[in-house]
T-cell receptor, first 114, second 113 residues
Framework: GENVEQHPSTLSVQEGDSAVIKCTYSDSASNYFPWYKQELGKGPQLIIDIRSNVGEKKDQRIAVTLNKTAKHFSLHITETQPEDSAVYFCAARSNSNSGYALNFGKGTSLLVTP | GAGVSQSPSNKVTEKGKDVELRCDPISGHTALYWYRQSLGQGLEFLIYFQGNSAPDKSGLPSDRFSAERTGGSVSTLTIQRTQQEDSAVYLC???????????FGEGSWLTVV
């Protein structure tokens, strides 16, 4: 089955700096890659996603890049703010998954210090 | 409702007792998923429902775990004879259909003592 690896597990940046989180996946049939943000005590919230026919997608301060050949994708957050502090999860989905269920990485705990 | 609703939000139970966790998906969403999130871990897929089709139970960790979805809407996840390793956040998610964006609820925090 699909295996998603996520790095780093923790990341600390100063406010205003950029943060980058990287994920790799194993199933070459994977075609959908969402990123979720989870704040303490809350459920994961989708922040951005990308499909395999696109190499990059941007939404304000957040961008995601996808390299299908290398089977990795990354989340980029620019001009970080304290409210960006949370756990971020990458995920991958392929047609071979159960009901298009997502396979998740283990998460990155991002801390943005003022 | 506006989002996926789960209850209870917190549950403390004694080892060996049965628990039921409820999920009310977003109105009109045909796909429903249950995930488990252990402390500091990623999300582990448990079970999936799509419309009136038979559920995919391939992620359930043991036969103590079961789930139902009545009328294609509300779902209940049941854990029988709970054990301490069952302590986790149980997340429910729904989607407009197969292959669409998946939206999560706030989760049910289960503690087995």
């Amino acid at each position: 089955g699909e295996n998603v690896e996520q790095h780093p597990s923790t990341l600390s940046v100063q406010e205003g700096d950029s943060a980058v989180i990287k994920c790799t996946y194993s199933d070459s049939a994977s075609n959908y890659f969402p990123w979720y943000k989870q704040e303490l005590g809350k459920g994961p919230q989708l922040i951005i996603d990308i499909r395999s026919n696109v190499g990059e997608k941007k939404d304000q301060r957040i961008a995601v890049t996808l390299n299908k050949t290398a089977k990795h994708f990354s989340l980029h957050i620019t001009e970080t703010q304290p409210e960006d502090s949370a756990v971020y999860f990458c995920a991958a989905r392929s047609n071979s998954n159960s009901g298009y269920a997502l396979n998740f990485g283990k998460g990155t705990s991002l801390l943005v210090t003022p | 409702g506006a989002g996926v609703s789960q209850s209870p939000s917190n549950k403390v139970t004694e080892k060996g007792k049965d628990v039921e966790l409820r999920c009310d998906p977003i109105s009109g969403h045909t796909a429903l998923y249950w995930y488990r999130q252990s402390l500091g871990q990623g999300l582990e897929f448990l079970i999936y429902f799509q419309g009136n089709s038979a559920p995919d139970k391939s992620g359930l960790p043991s036969d103590r775990f079961s789930a139902e979805r009545t009328g294609g809407s509300v779902s209940t996840l049941t854990i029988q004879r709970t054990q301490q390793e069952d302590s986790a956040v149980y997340l429910c998610a729904s989607s407009p259909g197969v292959g669409n964006t998946i939206y999560f609820g706030e989760g049910s925090w289960l503690t087995v003592v």
